[in-house]
């Protein structure tokens, strides 16, 4: 019966192991492949940006020896079609760079994406929510 335990703890643990999206690595933090993270306008010092709210990250890679991520950053654009009338919201992607994730420590459940290169917040993110 312990065996039985043991084995079903295993595979309750590992399973839910897979949806951690955060990783702590010391200092940074490792944010899994594919996460869409979106700034959070009331905090973040780059919202100052036109439409911050059309537009967020995805985490293209795993961390890297040194701990930095690749990200793209995406905007969702809408387009008229003349002809059909309907209005189309695509993702554009701007920008590809590598960024160093920490937790923001005033804020529970969020990050601060840093520079690689100077140290300086690049942005205040969370993961967004549904609906983008």
């Not at 700034?39 to 036109?50: A, E």
């Not at 020896?65 to 990200?71: D, K, L, S």
């Not at 420590?105 to 690049?122: A, C, N, Q, T, Y």
Request: charge should be neutral; glycine fraction near 6%; charged fraction near 30%.
């Amino acid at each position: 019966m312990s065996g039985y335990l043991l084995v079903l703890t295993i595979v309750i643990g590992l399973s839910l192991s897979g949806f951690t999206q955060f990783v702590d690595r010391g200092e940074y933090v490792e944010v899994s492949k594919g996460v869409k993270l979106c700034s959070n306008t009331s905090l973040d010092t780059s919202s100052r940006r036109l439409d911050s709210e059309n537009r967020f990250w995805r985490v293209t890679s795993k961390a890297r020896a040194n701990g930095t991520q690749a990200v793209d950053s995406i905007a969702l654009e809408s387009s008229y079609d003349r002809k059909s009338g309907e209005t189309t919201i695509e993702e554009r992607q701007y920008d590809s760079y590598a960024t160093l994730f920490k937790r923001a420590p005033e804020h529970k459940g969020m990050l601060l994406m840093v520079s690689p290169r100077d140290g300086e917040v690049e942005a205040t993110v969370e993961i967004c929510s549904k609906k983008k």
